[in-house]
Nanobody
Framework: QVQLVESGGGLVQPGGSLKLSCAPSGRTFNNNAMAWFRQAPGKQRDFVGAIAWNGRNTYYAASVQGRFTISRDNAKDTTYLQMSSLKPEDTAVYYC?????????????????????WGQGTQVTVSS
């Protein structure tokens, strides 16, 4: 069974940093577009950022642009979300997602319906 496993969440003070990781089991996603979404209590799931299958392009929501960075390490088959200058409004469950088609790009990176695989989520809480 294919799974995505997120890790790295936790409690951090405003202005602090966290780095989330997403690693698959059951198959590789080294040549697949990957993304991060988040969902705050009582709100819909929102796009955070995505990285193209070749790692050459990244895309971010306006709310995190300049503060968050997505990267991937194909040797470890892991995707990362480096979060800096965190704000209380960044508090949410963060989900990793993967598109199932390798070597495939699209203008739909920000659409959760474009992704085929999802992790269970990791909680990020920004509070003093």
């Amino acid at each position: 069974q294919v799974q995505l496993v997120e890790s790295g969440g936790g409690l951090v003070q405003p202005g602090g940093s966290l780095k989330l990781s997403c690693a698959p089991s059951g198959r590789t996603f080294n040549n697949n577009a990957m993304a991060w979404f988040r969902q705050a209590p009582g709100k819909q799931r929102d796009f955070v950022g995505a990285i193209a299958w070749n790692g050459r392009n990244t895309y971010y929501a306006a709310s995190v642009q300049g503060r968050f960075t997505i990267s991937r390490d194909n040797a470890k088959d892991t995707t990362y979300l480096q979060m800096s200058s965190l704000k209380p409004e960044d508090t949410a469950v963060y989900y990793c997602a993967a598109n199932g088609r390798p070597f495939y790009g699209s203008s739909n990176y920000a659409s959760d319906g474009w992704y085929d695989y999802w992790g269970q989520g990791t909680q990020v809480t920004v509070s003093s």
